[in-house]
T-cell receptor, first 114, second 116 residues
Framework: DSGVTQTPKHLITATGQRVTLRCSPR?????VYWYQQSLDQGLQFLIQ???????AKGNILERFSAQQFPDLHSELNLSSLELGDSALYFC?????????????FGPGTRLTVL | AQTVTQSQPEMSVQEAETVTLSCTYD???????LFWYKQPPSRQMILVIR??????QNATENRFSVNFQKAAKSFSLKISDSQLGDAAMYFC?????????????FGKGTHLIIQP
């Protein structure tokens, strides 16, 4: 158990819908990262937040957005869902925002878009 | 952009034997970090080992060790005394040491099978 929690574990929804994935980092960690794992694209970095502020962006679609709240939990919002958005979404956290910090991953949320 | 290549989609090894998983990467940076993550059937991503590019000494964690060849941009993982619990997907990952996105760049993974 990494100490990173994600809810829900599974999510099934329809095309065009909007969903919110939630992540709580390890106690004391200030940075949160979101990754997408799909059969087509593999593991891709989406976005990073550090202490409530956006720190870095990866291959995140405009239909996706994220935020980190004062209690440091983070939410990833996916809208206008398409079949291709079906994937495993991971949250990871690290102590600080430093590049040397190791990222610890949560168990993931499996999203199925029908 | 940096790329990470794992040329072995699948590897098989007998229990108690040693296996080496390959990883190469492409970068123009001199400062960076390399990682091996394990993903068992539970899908949890578990850190196996990390290596800082500025360190010449290869990292070791119990039965896991790396062979880091900076000039060749190679970062292989050696698993000694393989155990059934080592069966998983293994991902090599790169992180820039300065500039650019702060996320990890992953390879496509190697599926490791342990034969009893």
């Amino acid at each position: 158990d990494s100490g990173v929690t994600q809810t829900p574990k599974h999510l099934i929804t329809a095309t065009g819908q909007r969903v919110t994935l939630r992540c709580s980092p390890r106690s004391g960690d200030l940075s949160v990262y979101w990754y997408q794992q799909s059969l087509d694209q593999g593991l891709q970095f989406l976005i990073q937040y550090y202490n409530g502020e956006e720190r870095a962006k990866g291959n995140i679609l405009e239909r996706f957005s994220a935020q980190q709240f004062p209690d440091l939990h983070s939410e990833l919002n996916l809208s206008s869902l398409e079949l291709g958005d079906s994937a495993l979404y991971f949250c990871a956290s690290s102590v600080g925002g430093g590049l040397a910090d190791t990222q610890y991953f949560g168990p993931g949320t499996r999203l199925t878009v029908l | 952009a940096q790329t990470v290549t794992q040329s072995q989609p699948e590897m098989s090894v007998q229990e108690a034997e040693t296996v080496t998983l390959s990883c190469t990467y492409d970068t123009s940076e001199s400062d960076y970090y390399l990682f091996w993550y394990k993903q068992p059937p539970s899908r949890q991503m578990i850190l196996v080992i990390r290596q800082e590019a500025y360190k010449q000494q290869n990292a070791t964690e119990n039965r896991f060790s790396v062979n880091f060849q900076k000039a060749a941009k190679s970062f292989s993982l050696k698993i000694s005394d393989s155990q059934l619990g080592d069966a998983a997907m293994y991902f090599c990952a790169y992180r820039s040491g300065g500039g650019g996105a702060d996320g990890l760049t992953f390879g496509k993974g190697t599926h490791l099978i342990i034969q009893p």
